[in-house]
């Protein structure tokens, strides 16, 4: 019968699931926040919410894009504002 090398070392009942791939690595910083990310998201729908009511309005497409970046790019400092 053979001999256990390492009598004192337990042997685990069943095996382990691996951890999370980050686990070893230390965390990195996120590229935006979460305050930021949702400053854009609500931007971008009140760009595309204005730039379809202006389409609707005067079935031009040119007027409808300048509308809705002219609403999107206004309304991140009053969003970042009044989210923050």
Not at 52 to 74: E, I, T
Request: net charge neutral.
């Amino acid at each position: 019968m053979p001999r256990d090398p390492h009598p004192h070392s337990p042997i685990p009942g069943r095996p382990e699931p691996p951890g999370p791939a980050s686990a070893g690595t230390p965390s990195e910083t996120p590229l935006l926040s979460v305050h930021a990310a949702v400053v854009f998201l609500a931007a971008v729908i009140i760009g595309l919410v204005m730039g379809s009511l202006m389409f609707l309005h005067d079935k031009s497409v040119p007027s409808a894009v300048a509308a809705g970046l002219v609403a999107a790019g206004g309304s991140v400092p009053l969003l970042h504002k009044l989210i923050g």
